[in-house]
């Protein structure tokens, strides 16, 4: 056999074309004449492709991508051409082979050549019908055990493809149960948590009406210390009535603020207990989904209807989670609505020892403060009264003072005529003449009574000023405790007849529950 290419042989308008290869040749095998220029095989243009399954009765195949030039570009080889016939535009001048018919004349011992290479021998007749005999039984053995080995195949496939469709049944009534246990185990866990949250409104409603009960308290006190603010001078001492107001105030907003955030959490937890129930709703409903496909699946058979071919299922893989992981998700649904559960039920019980607490405390701030309020009112009733006594007491002594003050006035009056008569007395013995101007006794005793009057009258004097400076003084003391008498009666009516009378009774009840 000739091992020249056929690539050669293209159109003059193709650029591309396949070319394909036998296992005893080779891509890019020259021809068995050699040109005489010009390139002597085509370019590659791209990798071969060859067939992936080899039969021993066929060769292997393979194809790859080669350039073919245009026939003016292409040097002319294994053609018999004459120089008067080359078309114009060629590059190189077509090459004469001489073969038997007509080179012998023209090339006798290329002819020889090319007659010795064209013809074959007795042996390489013989040799070729024993291969075409050899390679005859060797295909019908290649049959038989083809047609053996399909039959066997066929059993095998009928046996497996049984086998298989069998264990897919015995998984899917598997598979069945799994998820009748779980839907069961969620609608039981998804009964107790809606007879869990059916009171949780009704807690939260406690919770706010406890809030809204210690507003009234807590208004109460801020009026008392509101009330209180009317006290006037030294009344507003800082005593333990406004100390267990502001306690009591303090402590009313602790116990709103920590009512509130019960309030909060109670709200929180009814979000999540609403969005555990809304998960095992959605488990719920699903699971019932895949148990309506699941049991559809389990009871088809060769022989139902509507089955058909969906070419590439096997390939397209919707899932996301494994059977552990599914396992695991409705597992998490059912322990965290069982965590949500306990929640709530621990929240109904801090909720009520709260409320408990709460009204518990806010009594005993409330008596504290009507008991500070009842000393304090006995302590300034006891205080008014002292003040009533001491400004009686400043009243008769003013009483008296007025009286003394009278005398001292007419004892400085009473002593101006025995001082007239005095110096009247001196100044008449000035008008003596000569040596009668005589510094005598009389004259002595009359300068000795007139300072001494004199001094009388200052000292009496002195004494009415005194007097006079110490029934200022009682005045002064006089407005004092009537002044002071008078706030502590604002006062003590503040406190008894304003905030006495706003905490006669408690303002919250039925609040305690045991």
């Given amino acids: 056999m000739s091992n020249q290419h056929d690539g050669n042989t293209a159109l003059p308008t193709q650029s591309v074309m396949y070319s394909q290869l036998q296992p005893w040749s080779h891509a890019g095998a020259p021809p068995c004449m050699e040109p005489i220029s010009g390139a002597t095989v085509p370019s590659r243009l791209a990798a071969s492709y060859e067939t992936t399954q080899r039969h021993p009765w066929r060769p292997k195949m393979a194809f790859e991508m080669i350039e073919v030039k245009h026939m003016p570009e292409q040097p002319v080889t294994n053609q018999m051409t004459q120089p008067c016939f080359v078309p114009q535009g060629m590059k190189t001048e077509g090459m004469i082979f001489p073969n038997l018919v007509t080179g012998f004349e023209r090339n006798p011992q290329h002819a020889a050549r090319a007659a010795l290479y064209t013809r074959y021998t007795n042996n390489e007749w013989h040799n070729n019908n024993l291969g075409i005999y050899g390679e005859s039984n060797t295909n019908r053995n290649m049959s038989e055990r083809m047609r053996n080995d399909a039959v066997r195949l066929m059993r095998e496939t009928d046996e497996t493809a049984s086998m298989g469709q069998r264990d897919a049944g015995r998984r899917l009534g598997e598979r069945i149960t799994d998820l009748t246990f779980w839907r069961n185990e969620l609608n039981a866990e998804l009964e107790k948590l809606i007879g869990e949250m059916s009171g949780i409104n009704e807690l939260q409603r406690q919770c706010g009406k406890a809030m809204l009960d210690l507003e009234i308290p807590l208004h109460i006190a801020q009026e008392c210390l509101f009330h209180r603010e009317g006290r006037q001078g030294m009344e507003k001492v800082h005593d333990n009535v406004e100390k267990a107001l502001l306690l009591e105030i303090n402590h009313l907003r602790n116990s709103r603020d920590r009512l509130k955030e019960l309030h909060e959490k109670i ?248």
């Fill in 267 to 514: 709200a929180k937890q009814a979000i999540d207990c609403r969005g555990a129930q809304h998960l095992l709703e959605i488990d719920v409903t699903q699971k019932e989904s895949t148990m309506g496909i699941d049991s559809m699946c389990h009871r088809l058979n060769n022989f139902s209807r509507g089955i058909t071919y969906f070419g590439g299922i096997e390939k397209y893989d919707p899932t996301v989670s494994t059977q552990d992981s599914w396992a695991l998700a409705s597992s998490e649904h059912v322990k965290r609505s069982q965590a949500e559960r306990a929640k709530l039920s621990q929240l109904r019980s801090d909720s009520q020892n709260v409320v408990n607490a709460v009204a518990s405390s806010v009594w005993d701030f409330w008596n504290n403060t009507n008991n500070a309020l009842d000393r304090r009112a006995q302590e300034m009733a006891g205080a008014k009264s002292r003040v009533q006594m001491h400004l009686q007491k400043v009243q008769q002594e003013l009483f008296d003072m007025e009286k003394h003050l009278f005398l001292l006035q007419k004892a400085i009056q009473d002593k101006s005529n025995p001082l007239k008569v005095a110096q009247t007395r001196l100044e008449a013995r000035s008008h003596r003449e000569g040596m009668e101007l005589c510094k005598d006794t009389a004259h002595d005793r009359l300068v000795l009574e007139v300072q001494d009057l004199q001094g009388t009258v200052d000292v009496l004097h002195h004494k009415l000023q005194q007097a006079e400076a110490t029934h200022q003084s009682l005045l002064k003391t006089r407005c004092i405790l009537e002044e002071d008498l008078r706030n502590k009666v604002n006062a003590l009516f503040i406190d008894r007849e304003k905030c006495m009378s706003l905490r006669r009774s408690f303002p919250i009840t039925n609040l305690i529950r045991y």
